[in-house]
């Protein structure tokens, strides 16, 4: 159940989801503004974590469907490495409930300063495809990242969206290509996690379905957004989101 029952409640999980989706759908990083609203909203951590990866499971599926259908997603590698991101997803959060996941913070803030650092120098990186075929290193390195960044996900979560662009950017995909295989994988890690959570108890279903329906909304106006407008678009917008998530961490890192 909602742990405040107003419509005002209602009202911030839905916009919250709508803004979530939105970022999340394009760029990733859409748990920036959902898992706080959960947060604000009342919600212990465990149970905002837990509803978070519903809402989450219901946004990466509808913009993973969105890039499908347009032909964004590179199926032959994400039907491989999709399993292996369901896994690591479900192992993160399974993990989680027996370790701390904060000492993970400074090493990911130094990860997503030089993912964000790299990507502003190289001005033309993403913007145009630099593979020539699906090698056999692709696949492999593919069912790694999902392994591992899936783990990640489940165990902590920050900057998840932004190591799968990456990722697949450094993998000559264009950014639009990038986040369609990103959101795809991402769908994976959130759908193991979210099992996970649901095995503790650790999932409030009513608001995790609110939240879920507006990042329904904004995957849709997302995704349908990086298709039409072009790589050129997603990149500063890719910049931008892994920036603010540095600051995230960098505030939570130093606060008291």
Same mark, same amino acid.
């Given at each position: 159940?909602?742990?405040?029952?107003?419509?005002?409640?209602?009202?911030?999980?839905?916009?919250? +989801? *709508?803004?979530?989706?939105?970022?999340?759908? %394009?760029?990733?990083?859409?748990?920036?503004?959902? &898992?706080? @609203? #959960?947060?604000?909203?009342?919600?212990?951590?465990?149970?905002?974590?837990?509803?978070?990866?519903?809402?989450?499971?219901?946004?990466?599926?509808?913009?993973?469907?969105?890039?499908?259908?347009?032909?964004?997603?590179?199926?032959?590698?994400?039907?491989?490495?999709?399993?292996?991101?369901?896994?690591?997803?479900?192992?993160?959060?399974?993990?989680?409930?027996?370790?701390?996941?904060?000492?993970?913070?400074?090493?990911?803030?130094?990860?997503?300063?030089?993912?964000?650092?790299?990507?502003?120098?190289?001005?033309?990186? +993403? *913007?145009?495809?630099?593979?020539?075929?699906? %090698?056999?290193?692709?696949?492999?390195?593919?069912? &790694?990242? @999902? #392994?591992?960044?899936?783990?990640?996900?489940?165990?902590?979560?920050?900057?998840?969206?932004?190591?799968?662009?990456?990722?697949?950017?450094?993998?000559?995909?264009?950014?639009?290509?990038?986040?369609?295989?990103?959101?795809?994988?991402?769908?994976?890690?959130?759908?193991?996690?979210?099992?996970?959570?649901?095995?503790?108890?650790?999932?409030?279903?009513?608001?995790?379905?609110?939240?879920?329906?507006?990042?329904?909304?904004?995957?849709?106006?997302?995704?349908?957004?990086?298709?039409?407008?072009?790589?050129?678009?997603?990149?500063?917008?890719?910049?931008?989101?892994?920036?603010?998530?540095?600051?995230?961490?960098?505030?939570? &890192?130093?606060?008291?």
């Amino acid at each position: 159940m909602l742990y405040a029952h107003h419509a005002t409640i209602y009202i911030i999980l839905a916009v919250s +989801g *709508l803004l979530s989706g939105f970022i999340d759908s %394009t760029v990733g990083g859409g748990g920036l503004i959902s &898992l706080p @609203a #959960l947060l604000f909203v009342g919600f212990p951590p465990a149970a905002a974590l837990g509803t978070n990866k519903l809402a989450g499971t219901m946004g990466s599926l509808t913009s993973s469907l969105s890039y499908l259908r347009s032909g964004k997603v590179t199926y032959r590698v994400v039907l491989v490495a999709f399993p292996l991101a369901v896994l690591g997803g479900a192992t993160g959060a399974v993990v989680v409930h027996h370790l701390p996941s904060s000492f993970l913070r400074p090493l990911v803030l130094i990860l997503l300063i030089l993912v964000a650092g790299y990507t502003f120098w190289n001005k033309r990186l +993403g *913007l145009t495809e630099n593979r020539t075929s699906l %090698t056999r290193s692709v696949f492999l390195f593919a069912c &790694l990242a @999902a #392994l591992v960044v899936g783990f990640y996900d489940g165990f902590f979560g920050p900057g998840t969206g932004s190591f799968f662009m990456m990722i697949f950017v450094l993998l000559g995909f264009n950014f639009v290509n990038a986040s369609g295989n990103a959101r795809t994988l991402n769908f994976g890690t959130n759908l193991g996690a979210l099992g996970a959570f649901v095995t503790v108890h650790a999932v409030d279903y009513l608001a995790g379905i609110i939240l879920g329906a507006g990042m329904v909304i904004g995957a849709i106006i997302g995704s349908q957004f990086a298709i039409r407008r072009g790589a050129k678009y997603v990149r500063p917008l890719f910049i931008g989101v892994t920036c603010f998530v540095i600051l995230q961490q960098l505030y939570t &890192l130093i606060s008291p």
